[in-house]
C-alpha cells in the first residue's frame, strides 16, 4: 500500500500498527500507528468507516497519514546501527544450525 502512494486499513495483529497493543498498553510496533488506520484503534465498524470517510474527504488528513514515516521509531533505531541489526538477523537465522563437518565436502 505504501509503495503504490495508498493508506493502508490494518485489521491484524494489533501489535503491528495499533496505538495500543492488546493488552491495552503503549507498545512497540513494526508501523508507525500514524501511517496507517488500524481497525483496532476504533470501538466499533461504524466509528472506522466513519473515518475512512472523513480522511477520503479531507486532503489535509489523508496528506497527515502521508507525511508520517512508515515504520516505528523502534526499527528506525534499530536499523540505524546498521551492522549491529545485520549481524542481529544473521545470528536469528543461523540459530542452532550445525556446520557439515569438512571432509564432508571431500569426494574422495
Given at each position: 500500500a505504501f509503495a503504490a502512494g495508498c493508506l493502508p486499513i490494518y485489521w491484524g495483529d494489533p501489535n503491528v500498527a495499533s496505538s495500543q497493543t492488546a493488552t491495552g498498553e503503549a507498545g512497540c510496533f513494526d508501523f508507525?500507528?500514524?501511517?496507517?488506520?488500524?481497525?483496532?484503534?476504533?470501538?466499533?465498524?461504524?466509528?472506522?468507516?466513519?473515518?475512512?470517510?472523513?480522511?477520503d474527504?479531507?486532503?489535509?488528513?489523508?496528506?497527515?497519514?502521508?507525511?508520517?514515516?512508515?515504520?516505528?521509531?523502534?526499527?528506525?533505531?534499530?536499523?540505524?546501527?546498521?551492522?549491529?541489526?545485520?549481524?542481529?538477523?544473521?545470528?536469528?537465522?543461523f540459530d542452532g544450525a550445525v556446520r557439515a563437518p569438512a571432509d564432508a565436502d571431500s569426494h574422495a
Open positions: 508507525n500507528p500514524g501511517a496507517v488506520i488500524s481497525a483496532h484503534d476504533f470501538d466499533s465498524w461504524e466509528e472506522l468507516i466513519a473515518h475512512i470517510a472523513a480522511v474527504g479531507d486532503p489535509s488528513l489523508f496528506d497527515a497519514y502521508m507525511r508520517q514515516p512508515i515504520l516505528s521509531d523502534a526499527w528506525y533505531r534499530r536499523l540505524k546501527d546498521w551492522q549491529a541489526f545485520r549481524q542481529e538477523l544473521t545470528d536469528r537465522i
